[in-house]
């Protein structure tokens, strides 16, 4: 089945380090690929799109079509930065999002 | 502002009541999706809808109902509501590609069935 996997659910660093969150995608072809983030009380938002390359409150994402990854990175997290995030595909049939399970960053002090 | 708006926030509601979950958006956008997420848990699609009168079932299988009478409304219906109904609803839209903007979702609906 064509999946989108997040294999952390939780990751916990401390401020000023780095991290990256995981994301590996099933799907053949050109993937359309995009982050979502999702802070405490607010709504799903998109975070990044695989085709504009660009970096949104430090983050960063490349897509690896060898290793079927899109992981998401920061170098230097910060504690407004703690919040669900979720990789999500879209399907050229139908236009619709995949989402994978969410992985929790939690940023420490 | 353009955006998606979702009523209500927050319902208990008891078995076997009948429940309409309210989406709108201004957005101008075609196309309009409903998630369900359990808490800590992945989206699953239930619903999408490609335009007016265009309806079809998403991924995951539901109970639920929908509608697209006009272009900038998009509810969901429980006839019968059950406590294996209890989840976060959350609307989205997207305009004609998706790719260039992603999806915008709404504030969700959290329904508890008692």
């Known amino acids: 089945a064509q999946r989108v996997t997040q294999p952390e659910k939780l990751l916990s660093v401390f401020k000023g380090a780095p991290v990256e969150l995981k994301c590996n995608y099933s799907y053949s072809g050109s993937p359309e690929l995009f982050w979502y983030v999702q802070y405490s009380r607010q709504r799903l938002q998109l975070l990044l799109r695989?085709?504009s390359r660009e970096s949104i409150k430090g983050f960063t994402a490349d897509l690896n079509k060898g290793e079927t990854s899109f992981h998401l990175k920061k170098p230097f997290a910060q504690e407004e930065d703690s919040a669900m995030y979720y990789c999500?595909?879209?399907?050229?049939?139908?236009?619709?999002?995949?989402f994978g399970g969410g992985t929790r960053v939690l940023v420490k002090p | 502002e353009a955006d998606i708006y979702q009523t209500p926030r927050y319902l208990v509601i008891g078995t076997g009541k009948k429940i309409t979950l309210e989406c709108s958006q201004t957005m101008g956008h075609d196309k309009m999706y409903w998630y369900q997420q359990d808490p800590g848990m992945e989206l699953h699609l239930i619903h999408y809808s490609y335009g007016v009168n265009s309806t079809e079932k998403g991924d995951l299988s539901s109970e639920s109902t929908v509608s697209r009478i006009r272009t900038e409304h998009f509810p969901l219906t429980l006839e019968s509501a059950r406590p294996s109904h209890t989840s976060q609803y959350l609307c989205a839209s997207s305009d004609r590609y998706g790719r260039n903007y992603g999806y915008t979702f709404g504030s969700g609906t959290r329904l508890t069935v008692v």
């Open positions: 999500a595909h879209l399907r050229a049939a139908g236009n619709k999002l995949t």
């Open positions: 695989h085709i």
